[in-house]
Nanobody
Framework: VQLQASGGGLVQAGGSLRLSCTVSGRTFSGYGMGWFRQAPGKEREFVVA????????RYVDSVKGRFTISRDNAKNTMNLQMMSLKPEDTAVYYC????????????????WGRGTLVTVSS
């Protein structure tokens, strides 16, 4: 089972990026999915999560109104549209999958991708 995050890069403050997470090796029927990030010298933090159906989402306050999560179960993909990026959004972004209901708790996620680096310059 592999989760592969992609789409990171260097962008100026105020710009946009779209991250994608592709799942291979199995389907994630019944799994919630999420994005976490880890900035240099900081702990990994929750960013956003989405339920299996896509009907329910959770966002950390700092990205509300700027980030939008979506998923396409038929294609085993999840996307994160990031707009109005700020230097404090700079981090390695990880996608992950958790069995059952939507969750913001990292320990409930059983599958993790390697991460993609997002750098926002001021």
């Amino acid at each position: 089972v592999q989760l592969q995050a992609s789409g990171g890069g260097l962008v100026q403050a105020g710009g946009s990026l779209r991250l994608s997470c592709t799942v291979s090796g199995r389907t994630f029927s019944g799994y919630g999915m999420g994005w976490f990030r880890q900035a240099p010298g900081k702990e990994r933090e929750f960013v956003v999560a989405i339920s299996w159906s896509g009907d329910s989402t959770r966002y950390v306050d700092s990205v509300k109104g700027r980030f939008t999560i979506s998923r396409d179960n038929a294609k085993n993909t999840m996307n994160l549209q990031m707009m109005s990026l700020k230097p404090e959004d700079t981090a390695v972004y990880y996608c992950a999958a958790a069995p059952g209901a939507i969750t913001t708790t990292p320990s409930r996620y059983t599958y993790w991708g390697r991460g993609t680096l997002v750098t926002v310059s001021s």
